[in-house]
Each structure stands twice: as C-alpha cells, then as structure tokens.
C-alpha cells in the first residue's frame, strides 16, 4: 500500500497509520484521550477489522501519561463483546509499546486472566516488536514487504 492510499490520519491527538498495511500502526497521544477520542478510536479499529483482510497493529502507547477512565474501559469491553469474534478472526496480532516494565508486566497478567479475541504482546520499542511481529506475519504466511521493515526498523 503507498502512502497516497492509505494516508496517516491525525485526529484526537491519535495517529493511524496504514502506510505500511496490513501492518497498522497507531500512537496515543501523551495527553488523556478524551471520550470521543475512544470512540474515534474504536470507529477507526472497527473500520479495520470490517475489511476481513488480515492485519496486526503496532499499537504505541509510550506517550500516555494516565490510564484511560472506567467509562472508557467500559467502552472497550462493550467494543470486544460486539467485535471480537471479526476481530479474533482477521486482527492476528497487536505488540503494545509501553515505556513503564511495570505495566508491560500487567498488561500481560491481565490478558493471561481475561483473554481478548487478539493475541496482544506488550513491548518497550518497535525494535523489542520486530521479531515478534515477524514471527506472526511468517505464521500468517504474509511477506514483509519493504513498508513494514520501514516501519519495523522505525523509519515509517
């Protein structure tokens, strides 16, 4: 996909970037996320998902500063009742960048606990990512092209 087709779209302090599909990568902002802001968020993950074509996101939450709220939470958890078997199905993959080890480590108790429909891995860097994004796409048996090693070698 070029980047004329699939432009990165900037709105509530998010990113979402498609320059590299079917790798998606998507940045939080460092402010808290408003509640339209989730919901822009779920729209355009949703609109993903709904395009049955497989993908995995590199999703990059180093920026956050706080948590998103329980109204939020509640969101999502709503979102993964109504989407998550579409999801389960196409969406292979989500590496959730993380600053904080900390919550890299909690993120991962709490999926072992709670399962979501999407295998979701918590890393520090893109670099931490590469390998394990590489593995799920050799899994998938869809190449690498020359937009993901950019976006892996964190030159997107």
């Known amino acids: 996909m070029t980047a004329e087709a699939r432009p990165a779209l900037h709105e509530f302090g998010l990113i979402f970037d498609e320059n590299a599909w079917p790798l998606a990568y998507v940045r939080f902002p460092s402010k808290p996320l408003s509640d339209d802001g989730l919901e822009y968020f779920i729209e355009r993950y949703t609109a993903m998902v709904e395009r049955r ?5 590199i999703l990059d939450s180093r920026g956050l500063t706080t948590a998103i709220t329980a109204y939020q939470r509640k969101l999502l958890t709503d979102w993964f009742e109504v989407t998550g078997e579409l999801a389960g199905e196409y969406h292979f993959g989500i590496a959730v960048l993380i ?57 997107s």
Do not use: H, Y
Not at 53 to 57: D, E, G, L, Q
Not at 137 to 148: A, C, D, H, L, S
């Open 99 to 155: 600053n904080n080890a900390l919550i890299r480590g909690a993120l991962k108790a709490v999926t072992w606990v709670k399962p979501v429909p999407v295998p979701i891995t918590p890393f520090g860097s893109i670099a931490d990512a590469a390998p394990w994004v590489r593995e799920i796409f050799g899994e998938q048996r869809i190449p690498i092209t020359p937009e993901i090693e950019m976006l892996l070698a964190g030159r």
């Open 53 to 57: 074509i497989p993908f995995a996101t």
